[in-house]
């Protein structure tokens, strides 16, 4: 179904329409992705954040460095690193140079938990109705939208 039946709604330009569109389908993805996070006691945002950790592994990375790169920038990235310290997924701890500087490294367990959630998200993907060569044709056009 399209996005004009899916919403019952008329648009005044194409544009606007794709970016109804757009914001539609990223509220559909995380509603269906949400389930998949709740089992294991998680956010899609810790997810990101153990993500972005396990990229970085072996080496720890800071809290600055996690903000940057985030999918979802408006979160309160202390409340959820706490969480995940709490689940024991990551580590956090002074930098031994600089005192002031957080570090955060994630754990066994949390490698493991990325793992597990990962391969749930990938029988999720299984499911969209788009080929290799059109997820990356979308993809290009979504970054073609953002360029500057």
Known sequence: MGIKEEIKSKFDNNQIM?????FYTANWLRDISAPIYKKY??????????????????????????????????RDLTRLV?????????????CETNRRKMEIKITQSGLEIVEVVEKAMDQLYKGYKLTEKESLELSNLLDKLRAK
């Open 18 to 22: 794709a970016t109804v569109n757009i």
């Open 41 to 74: 006691g998680l956010l899609s945002q810790h997810y990101n954040i153990l993500r972005i950790v396990r990229g970085s592994n072996p080496k720890s990375v800071s809290p600055g460095y996690i903000k940057e790169v985030m999918l979802d920038k408006g």
């Open 82 to 94: 706490d969480k995940l310290v709490k689940l024991k997924y990551v580590e956090r701890k002074l």
